[in-house]
């Protein structure tokens, strides 16, 4: 990533009927081809990291780093790593801070909330027509079902889960000669430099939405006018960051009630 904050370097239309999971594949291998190497940290996030996506990634000589879905048994797994570390753990720091941002470990590669429903299924006799009902009135029988919902706090899943609370589990397939904990964290702490200027795309001040084109080379061309206009966003501001950092100053009424 430049520090200037200009990320897009290419491109990846997808079709309707694609899934997020089988897009970062082929985002990979154009990154590759574009940058002519794949001696580089491939960064998404945790939807990109199923088994498929991250062995083909591997057995195509990449390097990744994705954080995992919290889905089980992780969160048991990574409730036994933190309560037992199996190494010692070491502290994370921020470029130059002087206190560190968090602490991890390296290792080799439930419910909060018991719940019941009752079904309770009625027939209510319903007469046709206006008035009150009588005996030799026709009628329909309506049915009527009821749920009923109970639950209980599972007080010890919770308190796991407190212990638990601000960790999350990353996987990457470098090396720890190549990538260090505390790089692997900071570099996907600035994954919010790529978030943020799509954002622009989607609610920003380039918004890319809605578009009329039907033709698949118009929405193309539209959309490298529009990169084009971020990437000159992201460099006119990043160089008034990196003055207004020099000169100890600030700029006030970006934001409003913010002084």
């Known amino acids: 990533m430049r520090p200037d904050g200009i990320t897009s370097i290419g491109s990846y239309q997808t ?26 940290l491939f960064l998404a996030d945790s939807k990109a990291s199923t088994w498929k996506n991250r062995a083909l990634i591997e057995s195509e000589g990449g390097n990744y780093g994705f954080p995992l879905a919290m889905s089980q ?3 048991q797994l ?102 260090t904990l505390e790089q692997a964290v900071l570099s996907y702490r600035e994954q919010w430099q790529l978030e943020r200027g799509f954002h622009r795309f989607k609610r920003g001040h380039l918004p890319a939405l809605p578009i009329y084109f039907q033709d698949e080379e118009r929405v193309r061309g539209l959309m490298f006018l529009l990169t084009i206009a971020l990437s000159v966003f992201t460099l006119m501001e990043f160089v ?17 009630g913010v002084q």
């Not at 970062?24 to 190497?37: C, E, N, V």
């Not at 309506?142 to 639950?151: A, C, F, N, S």
């Open 78 to 179: 990574l409730l036994n790593w933190v309560a037992n570390a199996p190494i010692r753990r070491e502290e994370i720091y921020l470029n130059d801070e002087e206190f560190p941002i968090g602490e991890g470990f390296e290792v080799p590669f439930s419910e909060q909330i018991i719940t019941s429903i009752d079904k309770k299924i009625s027939y209510q006799k319903v007469y046709k027509g206006a008035g009150r009902g009588g005996q030799n009135r026709p009628f329909r029988r309506v049915r009527q079902t009821t749920l009923i919902l109970t639950y209980q706090r599972c007080q010890s899943q919770i308190a796991q889960q407190q212990m638990i609370a601000g960790w999350r589990l990353y996987v990457t397939n470098a090396q720890p000669e190549n990538l």
């Open 15 to 40: 079709q309707e009927s694609h899934t997020d999971e089988s897009d970062y594949l082929p985002t990979w291998q154009q990154l590759a081809k574009i940058i002519g190497h794949k001696d580089f």
């Open 73 to 75: 048994p992780r969160p």
């Open 240 to 256: 008034v960051r990196r003055q207004l950092t020099r000169l100890k100053q600030s700029i006030s009424g970006l934001y409003a």
